[in-house]
């Protein structure tokens, strides 16, 4: 029997933005997993806490645990679908470190050999990931968050695009 369970939410806060559920493709009692908007390469998604809290050191201990069991059962999920050799899973926790969403949340990124020249790069693309929120919305009616990317190189993916990798990835959690 699958243990992925939707949510009776229509919708998750990350920071100041609205995730939709229809980009939600696993939650858990303290966790969320969910598609990006500009994913620095395909497969590239994010697992965050519920609870809206900035800092890793904010949470409670059964919050860590739950976010990195997730990480891992969406990291074994993530490798196999992508067909992946690696994967970088990282938390950016505090804007020097990087962090542009004032949320806890981990970084799950398939890789492959000679994706980037220098193995590292990958974490100068995650800092040019930056979302900043536009404007005050309704989140009942508006569920796409009215921010954008300052990486201007990578296009926003359609609200389409995502809610199909997000179905797609919903069917393979447990696979």
């Known amino acids: 029997m699958s243990s992925y369970v939707i949510s009776q939410k229509t919708f998750f806060r990350f920071g100041p933005n609205v995730i939709p559920q229809s980009q939600i493709f696993l939650t858990s009692k303290q966790c969320y997993a969910f598609v990006n908007l500009k994913p620095v390469r395909p497969g590239h998604v994010l697992i965050a806490t519920q609870r809206n809290v900035a800092r890793f050191n904010e949470l409670t201990g059964d919050e860590v645990a739950d976010l990195f069991a997730q990480g891992q059962r969406v990291s074994k999920m993530i490798e196999r679908v992508y067909q992946a050799k690696g994967l970088t899973v990282t938390i950016q926790d505090g804007a020097a470190a990087g962090q ?76």
């Open 100 to 175: 542009t969403v004032p949320h806890v949340h981990l970084h799950v990124i398939p890789r492959h050999p000679g994706d980037f020249a220098n193995n590292d790069d990958i974490y100068s693309e995650l800092e040019k990931n930056k979302l900043i929120n536009e404007s005050k919305h309704n989140a009942a009616t508006d569920f796409v968050a009215r921010s954008h990317v300052d990486n201007e190189q990578r296009t926003p993916r359609t609200r389409e695009d995502m809610a199909a990798e997000a179905s797609i990835l919903r069917k393979e959690i447990d696979a």
